[in-house]
């Protein structure tokens, strides 16, 4: 991982946020380097890491990683355990910035089941960051008969946020 790639995504994509709600990467986008790297969770949190050490010490928005887990024809309610997560080949990582206007938006039409994960997993007390399970599909997927999407979230937390 090239961290010049990530800290010119991130300088991009906070200027993005002035006039956008949300910005999203997948990380071999982010850095064309994470094709050539072991594809694994500790790794994904690295760029994780590294992006929120990029963040303006008082910025207000959130920053999150999230890792695809496939999906399924039913909501999922019980978490998978953390060390049996695998990155899924087809669908790298992405990282998302918010801006915090995202949060004030009118409503949401997802069913979905949401579950937090430790705070140290995988060594993330230091952050400090929420790692939730989530296993939803919005109103159209449901009316369309598609499956629910289930993904691991990672959200820097602090500040207003």
């Known amino acids: 991982m ?9 300088k991009q994509s906070l200027e993005r946020l002035s006039h956008e709600l949300v910005v999203d ?13 072991p594809r694994t969770v500790p790794i994904a949190v690295d760029m994780f890491r590294t ?21 399924t024809p ?17 669908e790298p990582p992405a990282l998302y910035l918010f801006d915090p206007r995202f949060f004030v938006t009118p409503g949401n039409d997802r069913e979905e ?15 400090p960051a929420v790692i939730e399970f989530v296993s939803s599909r919005a109103r159209e997927d449901r009316m369309n008969g598609w499956d629910f999407t289930n993904d691991l979230w990672f959200h820097r937390i602090g500040q207003a946020q």
């Not at 090239?2 to 991130?10: G, N, Q």
């Not at 071999?28 to 380097?33: A, H, N």
């Not at 303006?56 to 999906?71: D, Q, T």
Request: charged share 30%; proline share 8%.
């Open 113 to 127: 089941y949401r579950c937090p994960y430790d705070e140290d997993a995988w060594g993330m007390r230091d952050l």
């Open 51 to 71: 992006a929120a050490g990029l963040l303006p010490v008082n910025w207000c928005g959130r920053l999150s990683l999230v890792v695809p887990l496939g999906l």
């Open 25 to 37: 990467g997948h990380l071999d986008e982010i850095d064309s380097e994470w094709d050539n790297e």
């Open 2 to 10: 090239r961290s010049d790639r990530l800290e010119a995504w991130m």
């Open 74 to 90: 039913a909501l999922q309610v019980r978490p998978p355990d953390l060390s049996e997560v695998r990155l899924k080949p087809d």
